[in-house]
């Protein structure tokens, strides 16, 4: 790993909440990522960043169980994993807020929330009966928790704004006591105050002891809200940085290929 | 600031009527408005036609509907979960000579058993190739059922299935106060399947893979299970019409039900649920079903050529659907 910042010894005793561990995947002859190695401590919020077609997107499908890796090994919690689809990766804490959300827009908040993990009275197969009076307290208690505001459980996905729609898909990741939470480009599609709500939510969720991986294209978002950087190019990580030792300049430096 | 789906239940009984008379969704407000239609010429016509209003017509309204409403029933759901089938017809033809056949030798209970698993059957191979496959609907359901078509009229010659042993009859027959078997029935179906889709967790899931397929999986639920689940109780309502068919004809018959997905499918979008999948309710089916039924009743107390039937139909589905595309685009 050219220049990276080593982390300190302290740290190392620390189990990361995910490793990768030389992670390589081809489509075909095009080698889309290769030798990716990454980890994320505690609390942490590691921001990937690079130019497009870099391979982030890519790494995030295979940590996030939605494909699997051509080579190299995951570690979740210290131990070696393997993903066959994305509840392997939800049943091992780690959840992903999609680009495009993944809600179904013409249900309510509360399905959305509780969609796949339905509270029921009683477990029956698809036949048990939803218990809604207790997944509505759930929701309330949670959305309140982490800041999400929207006018009420019962209002359907589609009248939200864009910032609400970002709220109840992160809610809905957070809900589960993950460990570790996937964002892509969680603010791309934002207005200025609706991306002040969501980096709200973020910091709450960190403060609540979850680790955050961060794709994001916007810098000010990535120095404002990460405590390291991995910097993509052309399918490999090209750097490693704290993000209190870089700067932007730095960052977009290596982006571009003008560094390392 | 309410604007829930026509599944979405309600905090307080006055919001819940301030909702039901003016919903935010467009495909709710076609639903209210073809209620709204429907009762009043119900009410028009029982004021100024007397044979309309006699008890045995309105019974015998209901026992029209019934039969092809119980299919309606069955189609909303497979419209809810973004598809539909076009093999309902041809399931309940074959599904009702194959209860009549069996019946000859085995009795009609049996009868009925083999007629309800093999509309299973057809329907979860229906579910199996829109799920698994990733066949289109139209083309995997119209293929199923040129399929089916072509077997059942090999295998019985184009011929009915008689004589039947009397009980058909007696089932045909059979009413509590004026409400016929297949009325009865078609009220089970209808508060069974309200009961699945509002209250159980796979109701919840065939709302959000009609919405979002590819979201849906990627929280955990096995879409491909939802779908074949779906379509398969499509094809037992369309085997439970066969039975009633067969029971109220007193034969097997194997021209039967070539109408029926399309009726099925006009009921459900005059009903107020549109094509495109994640919203409706079997109130949709309910209301459409009736609609259909009261407006060719009337027709023919009027006199009016029974083939103008298919062209109103048309003029209602096209008005609903005109209806909730114009909401949808001017609110865009
Ligand atoms: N399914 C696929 N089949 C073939 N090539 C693919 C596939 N998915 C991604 N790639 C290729 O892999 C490379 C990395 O893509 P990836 O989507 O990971 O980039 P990214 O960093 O997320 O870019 P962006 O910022 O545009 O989202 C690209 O060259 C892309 O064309
Ligand atoms: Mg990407």
Redo the contacts between chains.
């Keep these: 790993m050219t220049q990276g910042h080593t982390l300190n010894k302290a740290s190392q005793a620390i189990v990361p909440v995910a490793e990768t561990i030389g992670i390589t995947k081809r489509y075909g002859g095009i080698v889309a990522l290769s030798d990716a190695n990454l980890k994320i401590l505690p609390r942490e919020v590691v921001a990937i960043v690079g130019d497009n077609g870099a391979g982030k997107s890519t790494f995030v499908k295979i940590l996030s169980g939605a494909q699997a890796a051509t080579e190299g090994s995951l570690k979740v919690g210290g131990r070696d994993i393997t993903f066959h689809r994305p509840s392997d990766a939800r049943d091992a804490g780690i959840e992903t807020v999609y680009q495009d959300l993944s809600l179904a827009e013409d249900l309510d908040v509360l399905s959305n929330l509780f969609m796949g993990r339905e509270e029921c009275y009683f477990n029956f197969g698809g036949l048990s009966v939803l218990n809604r009076p207790k997944m509505i307290r759930r929701a309330k208690q949670l959305l309140g928790e982490i800041g999400v505001n929207v006018p009420g459980v019962h209002d359907t996905v589609k009248g939200l704004s864009g910032g609400q729609r970002q709220g109840v898909a992160i809610a809905r990741a957070a809900g589960w006591g993950s460990q570790l939470i996937i964002m892509d480009e969680p603010t791309a599609a934002l207005g200025v105050q609706e991306t002040a709500h969501v980096h709200e939510i973020i910091r709450t969720l960190q403060s609540r002891g979850v680790a955050v991986l961060l794709v994001s294209h916007n810098m000010k978002q990535v120095m404002e809200l990460s405590t390291r950087v991995y910097v993509f190019r052309r399918g490999r990580i090209v750097a490693e940085l704290t993000t209190a030792q870089t700067s932007t300049d730095e960052i977009i430096g290596y982006i571009t290929g003008a560094r390392g | ?5 026509v ?5 307080t009984p006055w919001q819940g009527l301030g909702t039901f008379l003016l919903p ?2 467009p495909a709710a407000v076609v639903q209210r408005i073809m209620l709204f239609l429907l009762v009043t010429s119900v009410i028009i016509l029982c004021i100024v036609n007397p044979t309309f209003r006699n008890p045995s017509n309105l019974l015998n309204i209901v026992q029209q509907a019934s039969m092809i409403g119980v299919v309606a029933c069955g189609m909303q759901l497979m419209i809810i979960s973004g598809g539909f089938d076009l093999s309902v017809g041809a399931n309940a033809a074959a599904s009702g000579c194959l209860a009549a056949a069996v019946s000859l030798s085995f009795g009609v209970p049996a009868g009925i058993i083999a007629a309800l698993c093999l509309g299973t059957l057809i329907g979860a191979s229906n579910g199996v190739m829109v799920a698994k496959a990733g066949i289109n609907p139209f083309v995997a359901t119209f293929g199923l059922q040129a399929i089916i078509i072509g077997a059942l009229q090999a295998l019985t010659q184009g011929r009915p299935i008689a004589p039947l042993p009397k009980e058909w009859r007696e089932l045909g027959f059979f009413n509590i106060g004026g409400l016929t078997f297949s009325s009865i029935v078609f009220i089970a179906v209808v508060t069974l399947l309200t009961l ?1 889709l509002r ?4 109701g ?2 065939i ?2 893979v ?3 397929k ?8 096995n879409v491909d299970r ?1 779908l074949i ?1 779906t379509y398969a109780i499509g094809g037992l309502t369309a085997a439970i019409a066969g039975v009633l068919l067969t029971s109220i004809a007193g034969v097997g018959s194997p021209q039967a039900g070539t109408t029926w997905a399309l009726l099925a499918i006009a009921a459900v979008v005059i009903g107020g649920t549109p094509l495109t ?3 409706g309710g079997i109130s949709s089916a309910v209301i459409g079903i009736f609609g259909l039924t009261v407006l060719s009743n009337a027709m023919t107390l009027y006199s009016i050529s029974a083939f103008w039937q298919p062209a109103f139909m048309g003029a209602s589905v096209l008005l609903a659907v005109g209806y909730e595309a114009l909401r949808r685009t001017r609110r865009a």
Excluded: I
């Design positions: 600031m309410n604007a829930p789906s599944a979405s239940t309600h905090h935010k969704n699945m209250h159980t967790q796979f919840q899931h709302y959000a009609g919405s979002n590819v979201g849906t999986s990627r929280a955990g639920v939802v689940a999948g994640g919203v």
